[in-house]
């Protein structure tokens, strides 16, 4: 393994896409990759997977095994995770030289918010996991929207505490001026403050401005990553991120190859 | 109805049961309350309520009507509340002097990340409804789990932009000497930076100080309630926090009723 991605973020927001799409440019580019399925119920996947969780854990299995509904099957299936995390491990040490591209569970919280997940990740990865969150561009469009995703961003950060890309996903749904105003947002809190205020009225004090500036005045948290699975558009950039990452930059021709 | 608060949180940190209990306490204590369970995909309820989104939506009909898995058709029962919220809205206003409790889905983003949420709690509580944050109290004992929850308070905060409550439930589980740590690290922003420090590790940097302070500036999301739905500890201060925001605080006997 180079290096490990684990794509995560709200349900909806595009991750298997994402996922599948990456793949799809990594193997143009040359570059070899895999895709692991961490989600127990998924129902349908835009790949083919070369490693999935459902061959060890089925959500089917497990309603009725413990007697659950599909809400508490979800959860245990999540919880089961780690259980399976040397036999997937076993199966990630035949790619030795490969990128690999985990899909977590559909709802944020069955991957990012359960108490195994950080252990899973180093269990699967080592030191060489990384994070990345797919937000929805719909969502993002509004002020609110926009600081909503990125403080969620922060709630599964402060649980990691791992390099974490912020890729604004389906940007093709809301198209470049509205990627550009997002972005305008980004380096500039005022922006996103006036925003706020004429998309919400009052505001409650100074807790919006205080947010968004410790979010600006941090490094790794303030980049903006917009792709489009769809047009597979802005993979260049994720890939020069976690190439830089997992070796340093010294293989950043990907760059200047796709410009 | 005299207000209505909406319960929200992860998956597992008890919604359910503390909608069951604060509703136990407020009949004991001689205030009128009903639940509604807004949760079609549930399977237990520790309490009966008087209104069940189940009576309208099914979520077994949904997985079998969409041909969806239980991932997708919990994501699409929950898109469905806001077609029911005029024949919840009739059935509540049969209870016109009554504390309105509503449970909502077992996953956080089943609610509080649908779009159509917050004009749910426009339509069936017009001006008078608030949110009660129940986070998790073991989650919330290591620094970096306590500013997760924060994040993420302040994520679901940012869509809904009505008053809020953190409720730190289950703190049975964790004794005083941890809810009083808990507690001085709101009070004390460089406590919970030097927790994060000795947890973590090296910090990059000023982010979270940057993140802590700026909740710390801001009055509204300072407080943090802690209760125990199993010992009905801490709910005459969320039934006075309540009562203030929809009352003006006129009824604060509870106050000292129960000191």
């Known amino acids: 393994m180079i290096g ?60 009725s095994e413990y007697s659950l509904g599909p809400n508490g099957a979800q959860v245990v299936a999540s919880d089961l995770l780690i259980d399976n995390a040397e036999k997937i491990r076993s199966k990630l040490d035949l790619y030795e030289d490969y990128y690999v591209i985990f899909d977590t569970p559909g709802q944020i919280e069955l991957f990012s918010f359960r108490p195994s997940s950080p252990m899973l990740v180093e269990r699967l990865a080592g ?74 009225g009052e505001m409650v004090k100074d ?14 948290i303030t980049k903006i990553s917009p792709v489009s699975s769809k047009d597979m558009f802005g993979f260049d950039d994720i890939y020069s991120d976690m190439s830089n990452y997992f070796q340093g930059g010294e293989d950043t021709d990907t760059e200047y190859r796709d410009e």
Do not use: H
């Open 127 to 200: 030191k060489k996991g990384m994070l990345a969150f797919i937000a929805d561009s719909v969502v993002a469009q509004t002020p609110s929207g926009f600081i909503s995703e990125k403080m969620l961003f922060g709630s599964v950060y402060s649980r990691f505490y791992i390099p974490m890309l912020f890729v604004l996903n389906k940007i093709d749904l809301i198209g470049d001026e509205v990627v550009d105003k997002i972005k305008s947002w980004e380096d500039d809190p005022d922006l996103l403050y006036g925003g706020f205020l004429d998309e919400k």
């Open 4 to 63: 490990s991605l684990f794509v995560t973020g709200p349900a909806g927001t595009g991750k298997s896409t994402f996922c599948g799409a990456f793949k799809e440019w990594l193997t143009r580019s040359d570059y070899d990759s895999i895709i692991v399925n961490l989600d127990p119920g998924a129902e349908y996947l835009p790949y083919e997977p070369e490693i999935d969780i459902r061959e060890f854990i089925s959500l089917n299995d497990i309603m």
């Open 207 to 220: 807790y919006f401005l205080n947010i968004i500036n410790a979010f600006k005045e941090s490094d790794i």
